[in-house]
């Protein structure tokens, strides 16, 4: 069974910035479009950005944040720069296989004033 395992999230002030990676196992990350979601607190989850044969960001963090992978470590990895505290939330990776699945359990992103 695939295996998603998000880390580097942490607390961060406004304007800061994190890497958020996303371990995959049993996978072929390069063989997939792979994503980012995020679900704030009170909030649905919401599309941030994805990569397979094109790269796609939503509005909100477009020009902030960056997704790329490495195929050799089945990694996939999102840079965050420029946060802002609209930027809190539990951050997931996802696969793409028609539908987005096999969701990780997250890693929260918090970012202070």
């Known amino acids: 069974q695939v295996q998603l395992v998000e880390s580097g999230g942490g607390l961060v002030q406004a304007g800061g910035s994190l890497r958020l990676s996303c371990a995959a196992s049993r996978l072929t990350v390069g063989n997939y479009a792979m994503g980012w979601f995020r679900q704030a607190p009170g909030k649905e989850r919401e599309f941030v950005a994805a990569t397979g044969s094109s790269t796609v960001y939503s509005d909100s963090v477009k020009g902030r944040f960056t997704i790329s992978r490495d195929n050799a470590k089945k990694t996939t990895y999102l840079q965050m720069n420029s946060l802002k505290p609209e930027d809190t939330a539990v951050y997931y990776c996802?696969?793409?296989?028609?539908?987005?699945?096999?969701w990780g359990k997250g890693t929260l992103v918090t970012v202070s004033a």
């Open positions: 996802a696969r793409n296989t028609g539908q987005w699945g096999d």
